[in-house]
Structure formats: structure tokens, C-alpha cells
């Protein structure tokens, strides 16, 4: 910014290196970073992003087609990882390396520490045979990784972010429960530059790419790509190809069009909550329950107009689980916690928040902080 401000005040007397690419972004709507003016252009860790998560979400589609009992692993907190989770972690964290050698720190949800123990090795020898041969389908790469290479490359995600320079944040598949079912999943990965989201990608394997109530839709399709960079608005492509669409967040204003997503799993959201809430907005459309941050994709092209994530007491969110769908849906779309606060991403891995996660259209968020509000008043005390 100084630098072109001096270049144009001062356009003969001063030598200066080139300028940095620039990008005016509109000072508004996303929570998860400050209204700028001016903002840097990510382009080229964007095309990173997309390649990387695009080759994880034919890894994770590969598996979730032959999907075996053996392939999950029970993790403390007690959620299924499998070799999925592992091989995306390892094939991301290896594409974003060979990129950006210089500078690379990753924070990321898993780690080898299970995978190093007794008795592993037959499955750290499966997710390495997935990556090697996901790396063999991009014309890119010609290497093939050791066991050690992948299990280094699993562990390059342990730094803890914060507020200084630049981390990648990845969840190599979020709604690990949905992909073990069948269901809905997503690969997020964001950018945070100094604390705040810059760009994000979300991969949906199994997203339909006509919208979710879109029933009588001839176009059965699934594979969605979403994408966004600050100050650039958000777009959609099918994962596998690059024809691409600009997306936006419902502009809907009566509470009573709107229909929410939440967590399909109810240990996830507090269900009887939401429903108090969007029975106090009038909302008439029954819940939309889908796995993952999908929600967040399927939010910012508009198939439905909120989302509300209420964890039970004592959950602690993760920045993974929601950088990468922060900024997909900055186009039209507000993303604050209950209290009405925006998202701080600049704490390290835990985002420290108020009761829970809402995500809707500028006009319609203080309508649904209010019954947000009121909803929880009545469940402390109730009549
Ligand atoms: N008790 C709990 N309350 C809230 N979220 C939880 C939870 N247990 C796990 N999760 C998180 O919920 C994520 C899935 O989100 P959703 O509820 O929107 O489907 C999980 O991501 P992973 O599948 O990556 O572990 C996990 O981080
Ligand atoms: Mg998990
Ligand atoms: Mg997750
Ligand atoms: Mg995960």
C-alpha cells in the first residue's frame, strides 16, 4: 500500500521495486477478516489450494468407494479417522511444500502419532500407496514417497497458527462420520495471513451441483469445488473441471422463506435449540441436516439461508472445521458467534467463542442473533 501510495506521489524521484499485486476488496461483509481497503493478491496460493485440495478430494472418493471396516482408526476423542483423513492430510501438506518451500507452516487435524505405533504399518503402507498413486495421476509430480516421507508430511501440520505470518489450515476431511455413511464431506483448506482467513477452499465429492431442494433437477451430478479470496468474491466450479460460476448467499429478508442447515449429527448440535430459534424467526422449511462445512458451500450459493452450528456445553471448535467455509460464503454472507461476535482466527488452533456458530445473509443476522438470544434466555430459565 505505501509503496504505490509513494509511487504515485512521487513517481519520478523515487526508485522502486515493482508493485505488489493489489486487489480493492468492497469493506464489508465477511466477520472473518477486517474491513480492508486494499488487500494483497493470493492468486497463486490459490491455484496451490485448489490443485491440492482437488487431488485429496479424488483420494478421499477413491476410499470412500471401497471402504472397509479396517480402514477407520478410533482417535482419543473418540472420532473415526481413516486412511482417507491421513492420506489427504499427507497429500496436501506434500503439494503445498513443493510450492512454497521457503515459507510453509500447516495446522492441521491429524497427526502419525497413532500411525507410529505397533501393528500400523500394514495401514501406513495402504495410505502411502494412495498418495503415491494420487501423485502419479498429476503430471507435476514424478515421486514417490517412503512411509517416513508421508508420515513427515502428516506431521508438518502441527504448527499452532496465531496472529503472526502466514499458516495453512486444513481438515483433510471434514465429517469424517458422513464420509464413513456414505454421505456428505468436505476437504477445507483456508490461508491465514497475520490471524485473519484470505482465501478458501472447500472440495464436496458428493455434493450434487444443482441445489440441495432442487429435486426435479434433470442434472444428477456430484463434485462441487468452492473457492474464495478476500476482496474477490466466490465461485464454484465441479471438481472435475475448471468452468467456473460466481456464487452468492441468499439475499432473502423474511425469516419465514428462509431454511436452515445444521450438523447432521446430534451430538454435533444442540437440535432442540435450533428448532426453538427457527421457530421463533416463523422459519417454515424443516432442517436441513448435512455433514461437515458442505453447510458453509451450500450456504454461499444460496440453497438455503442459515446456518446454525450450537455446540453442547464444553465443546472447544476448531479453526479447521471453519476458516475454509468462513470466507466461501464473505458473498452475501455474515459468519458470527452466538453472541454476535465475529470469528477470531488469530488464537491458534481453538476459536474462543460464545455458545455457538451463526451464518446468514446481512439483513437477516441480527433478526437471528435476537432470537438466538431469546432462545437461550428461555432454556436458562425455563417458565
Ligand atoms: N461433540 C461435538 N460437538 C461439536 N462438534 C464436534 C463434536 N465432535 C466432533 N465435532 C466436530 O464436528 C465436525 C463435523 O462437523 P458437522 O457437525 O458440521 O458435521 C467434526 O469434524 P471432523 O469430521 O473433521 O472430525 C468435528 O471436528
Ligand atoms: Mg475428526
Ligand atoms: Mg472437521
Ligand atoms: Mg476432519
Redesign the pocket.
Known amino acids: 500500500m505505501s509503496i504505490n501510495w509513494l509511487r504515485v506521489v512521487f513517481p519520478s524521484i523515487i526508485k522502486l521495486p515493482p508493485p505488489l499485486p493489489l486487489r480493492y476488496s468492497s469493506p464489508s461483509s465477511c466477520s472473518c477478516f477486517s474491513s480492508v481497503v486494499v488487500a494483497m493478491s493470493y492468486d497463486k496460493e490459490l491455484t496451490a489450494a485448489k490443485k491440492a485440495a482437488s487431488l485429496a478430494a479424488r483420494l478421499c472418493q477413491k476410499v470412500q468407494k471401497s471402504l472397509l471396516q479396517s480402514d477407520v482408526q478410533s482417535k482419543n476423542?473418540r472420532?473415526p479417522?481413516t486412511v482417507a483423513?491421513y492420506g489427504s492430510q499427507a497429500l496436501v501438506s506434500f503439494v503445498l511444500q513443493q510450492e512454497f518451500p521457503a515459507e510453509f507452516s500447516l495446522v492441521a487435524?491429524e497427526d502419525s502419532k497413532d500411525l507410529r505405533k505397533d501393528g500400523a504399518q500394514e495401514l501406513v503402507d495402504r495410505i502411502t500407496k494412495l498418495v503415491n498413486d494420487s501423485l502419479a495421476s498429476d503430471e507435476s509430480y514424478s515421486v514417490t514417497l517412503s512411509t517416513e516421507d508421508v508420515l513427515k508430511a502428516i506431521d508438518s501440520g502441527k504448527s499452532e497458527g496465531g496472529s503472526q505470518g502466514r499458516h495453512w489450515v486444513l481438515?483433510?476431511?471434514?465429517?469424517?462420520?458422513?464420509?464413513l455413511r456414505g454421505g456428505q464431506?468436505a476437504i477445507a483448506l483456508a490461508l491465514l495471513d497475520r490471524g485473519k482467513v484470505v482465501l478458501g477452499v472447500l472440495a464436496c465429492p458428493n455434493l450434487p451441483l444443482t441445489p440441495i431442494n432442487d429435486q426435479h433437477s434433470p442434472n444428477n451430478e456430484v463434485g462441487c469445488l468452492f473457492f474464495a479470496e478476500v476482496g474477490g468474491g466466490s465461485y464454484m466450479q465441479p471438481l472435475d473441471s475448471s468452468s467456473t460460476v460466481k456464487v452468492q448467499v441468499s439475499g432473502i429478508e423474511n425469516p419465514e422463506e428462509a431454511s436452515f442447515f445444521e450438523?447432521?449429527?446430534a451430538?454435533?448440535?444442540m437440535h432442540d435449540l435450533s428448532s426453538l430459534i427457527a421457530q421463533k424467526l416463523g422459519v417454515k422449511a424443516p432442517p436441513v441436516r448435512?455433514?461437515?462445512?458442505v453447510?458453509y458451500g451450500a450456504l454461499s450459493r444460496g440453497d438455503g439461508a442459515i446456518y446454525m452450528?450450537l455446540?453442547?456445553k464444553g465443546?472447544r471448535?476448531?479453526i479447521?472445521?471453519h476458516a475454509a467455509g468462513c470466507i466461501v460464503v464473505t458473498a452475501g454472507g455474515v459468519v458470527m458467534d452466538a453472541a454476535g461476535n465475529p470469528l477470531d482466527f488469530s488464537k491458534g488452533k481453538f476459536l474462543d467463542l460464545d455458545t455457538g456458530i451463526i451464518v446468514t445473509n446481512q439483513k437477516l443476522m441480527p433478526i437471528l442473533i435476537k432470537a438466538v438470544r431469546e432462545s437461550l434466555e428461555e432454556k436458562a430459565s425455563p417458565l
Open positions: 476423542d472420532s479417522v483423513d487435524e481438515d483433510p476431511i471434514d465429517g469424517t462420520k458422513g464420509f464431506y450438523s447432521y449429527e451430538a454435533h448440535s448435512i455433514d461437515s462445512q453447510k452450528r455446540p453442547h465443546y471448535e476448531k479447521w472445521d
